[in-house]
């Protein structure tokens, strides 16, 4: 499903409202988590995850092995209502969340995936805004014996992970850009990470 050279508008009807009242969207990208902040950076994930899963080929088994032309496609779908400094760093930390999300989406059809008993069945039901194509491919993907492979593999290595998220449901970035403006300081990258893995109750 290649982009058009407009975008149809998505289904954010706040960020829509916006739009129309012409108002000026700001994000920023924070050093110390190299991630992206500012005042309207809840709108740019909400925006960029519609775009993700509107126009997101899935015939491949990973982000970084889609074709340049449709990483690049992205990014500038994603970036056309936002300001931002055009910097190696900003485009570093959007193109890292646009994989996060590519991912949160492949994650979530894996799980209605294994709603079915078999592949072939999966293949008859097709999620909305996925095309045949895709999903066909997709669920291929997921029968296979790489992916599987590469499942056990993951599910190893999360058990192994000894230190875990201590954020609860906000992300780290809205929880360090927060932490920012009550104390009016910056965090160095100790600090974040100690934000990120020490529990309040200790």
């Not at 014996?145 to 906000?170: C, L, M, P, Q, W």
């Not at 970035?173 to 893995?197: H, M, N, P, Q, T």
Request: glycine share 4%; hydrophobic share 30%.
């Amino acid at each position: 499903m290649p982009l058009p050279k407009r975008r149809s508008r998505t289904r954010n009807i706040t960020l829509a409202c916006k739009r129309e009242d012409n108002e000026t969207l700001t994000i920023e990208v924070d050093p110390s988590i190299r991630r992206i902040v500012g005042k309207d950076f809840q709108y740019f994930i909400s925006e960029s995850g519609c775009i993700v899963r509107k126009f997101g080929r899935l015939n491949v088994d990973k982000w970084s092995h889609l074709q340049a032309k449709y990483r690049d496609n992205l990014y500038k779908t994603v970036t056309d209502d936002f300001q931002f400094e055009n910097n190696i760093a900003s485009k570093t930390a959007i193109n890292r969340q646009l994989n996060i999300l590519y991912r949160n989406h492949r994650y979530r059809l894996h799980k209605y995936f294994l709603t079915f008993e078999t592949k072939e069945e999966a293949i008859q039901h097709v999620p909305e805004g996925v095309s045949i194509k895709d999903w066909t491919w997709i669920c291929n993907y997921f029968g296979s014996e790489e992916f599987k492979k590469i499942s056990d593999r993951n599910k190893v290595n999360r058990a192994k992970n000894e230190t875990h998220t201590t954020v609860g449901t906000k992300s780290l970035a809205r929880v360090v850009e927060e932490k920012k403006k009550k104390e009016g300081v910056e965090l160095s990258e100790i600090e974040v990470f100690e934000i990120s893995r020490t529990s309040k109750k200790t």
